[in-house]
């Protein structure tokens, strides 16, 4: 019976693969037959040189050597993670067993920096996975008894504690086997992963490490995928929008204005024997070289040449700037992030009000949608089924605003205040707007901060009354003894 079960299962795999292959191949032909009817004698793809299928190893080679690549695969969470969320029971300050727990935990383990790597480097590729190392002594191929392997439920079981933490990106992994009972909760999903390690035991011939693939159960896996669509497994690449304008970007525009200035920078020499006449020149190709050589890597100044003319080469040099800032505009634009915040910190100091209010805006979504649902919570579900933590009535997961003002924009708040109500007091306007509606209405301040306001201007006025009140007096005094002398 159990060989008959394994040869049923083969042949339903086997027509499951013939039916991708089928939909795949009919897609690729929709594609080209698209191509023809648009452009019957240009294949943009192949007279651009843009890849027509793009593989991990294209991903991670372009994101590991160039730094435009990776600034597109790690924006978003760069910016999600520049605050870390709060993690917590209950409000009482009082700390609860769960939230000393894991206090203890992170400062032992840096949970919330492992959480922030895989973000980045699961939108390498399709898809990313945090293996999580724990104290059971089983293989990692083997289920962890804290979960039901079948449903995905919390079945509980002896705790255990969280030994390492180990991100990997797609390039590393390989999904094995998937559930393919269509009446399981988990239907579709992976069971069983191959993960590439780096072997510290041993070395390779130049010295460095080499890898070994291990077999690892789902149980032990965080599956991390951004950008989902039809795939509950799969997400898109964060590069794939905008593939082919990093390749004109890191693989045309960039090394070509460098070998242009290379070249054009320094044109050369052109050496020309005169014409005409009865003179015949015979050109000592190795002595021009030889000239040449001392010349342009050595210390000599000069070049002495006979019955040849040397005239040097204009410089053919072009900005290439213009090309450049269009290319980023187009990547921003598919990214739907602003172009100064793209470019980095120093220029995202630029960008408008309403670029960093509507980024703002992003983060804040994706923190809501995908990083707390996707990310933080599977993963704190997860030490809590295996015992890591201690189980909580319930537990909250809570960002910092990111609109908090920083210094800077504090000062600059305070100065244009102080200018508004320079003005306002300068220009009477107190006789139209009385000073409580003014800052109420155009300052948009707090009703308590006006009270403090209004309360302490009373005092300072009746302080300095008084002052003034004492001083005059004083003064008088001490005319009236003039006087009487």
Excluded at 82 to 103: C, H, N, V
Excluded at 173 to 198: Q, V, W
Excluded at 390 to 398: A, L
Excluded at 463 to 474: G, L, N, Y
Aim: hydrophobic share 35%.
């Amino acid at each position: 019976m159990a060989t008959k079960k394994t040869n049923k299962k083969t042949v339903t795999n086997v027509s499951r693969n013939t039916q991708e292959q089928v939909i795949n191949t009919a897609s690729l032909m929709r594609a080209a037959a698209l191509q023809r009817l648009l452009f019957p004698e240009r294949n943009i793809n192949y007279e651009c040189q843009y890849p027509n299928e793009i593989s991990i190893t294209d991903y991670k080679d372009l994101y590991q050597r160039e730094g435009i690549a990776k600034r597109v695969v790690s924006i978003y969470p760069q910016y999600c993670w520049q605050q870390m969320p709060w993690i917590y029971e209950t409000e009482d300050p009082t700390e609860t067993e769960f939230e000393k727990a894991l206090k203890l935990l992170e400062r032992e383990r840096q949970l919330l920096h492992y959480l922030h790597r895989v973000d980045v480097m699961s939108g390498i590729g399709q898809y990313g996975v945090l293996l999580l190392g724990v104290s059971d002594g089983q293989p990692l191929d083997q289920p962890l008894p804290h979960i039901n392997e079948i449903t995905g439920e919390v079945v509980g079981g002896a705790p255990l504690k969280l030994l390492y933490l180990k991100p990997f990106d797609q390039a590393s992994i390989a999904i094995k086997t998937k559930e393919n009972d269509p009446t399981s909760p988990r239907f579709g999903l992976p069971k069983t992963y191959e993960i590439s390690f780096e072997d510290i035991t041993t070395l390779n011939s130049t010295g460095g490490t080499t890898t070994k693939t291990q077999k690892i159960h789902w149980t032990r896996i965080l599956h991390v995928a951004d950008n989902r669509e039809e795939s509950e497994v799969l997400g898109k690449p964060r590069m794939k929008d905008v593939y082919n304008r990093l390749v004109d970007v890191t693989q045309k525009l960039l090394p070509g204005s460098a070998e242009m200035f290379w070249k054009g920078g320094y044109p050369g020499f052109g050496f020309e024997a005169p014409t005409g006449g009865d003179v015949e020149v015979e050109i000592d190709n190795d002595a021009i070289r030889d000239q040449m050589q001392a010349y342009s890597n050595g210390l000599q100044r000069y070049m002495a040449m006979e019955n040849l003319v040397i005239k040097q080469l204009s410089p053919q040099i072009a900005d290439p700037r213009g090309h450049f800032e269009v290319q980023l505009e187009a990547i921003a634009i598919s990214l739907g992030v602003p172009k100064r915040i793209l470019m980095g910190s120093e220029m995202a100091k630029l960008a408008s009000i309403q670029d960093e209010g509507n980024w703002n805006d992003q983060i804040v979504a994706r923190r809501t949608n995908y990083v707390d649902p996707m990310l933080v919570r599977p993963f704190m579900d997860r030490l809590i089924a295996f015992g890591v933590l201690p189980e909580p009535k319930e537990y909250f997961v809570e960002w910092p605003s990111i609109d908090t003002p920083t210094d800077d924009d504090k000062a600059t708040v305070a100065v244009k205040r102080t200018e508004a109500l320079a003005k306002y007091v300068g220009g009477s306007v107190d006789a139209i707007i009385p000073p409580e509606e003014y800052m109420t209405h155009v300052l948009e301040m707090d009703p308590e901060v006006i009270d403090q306001i209004m309360t302490a201007s009373e005092k300072y006025v009746s302080d300095f009354q008084k002052e003034q009140d004492a001083t005059q007096q004083t003064d008088d005094n001490t005319i009236d003894g003039q006087a009487g002398e």
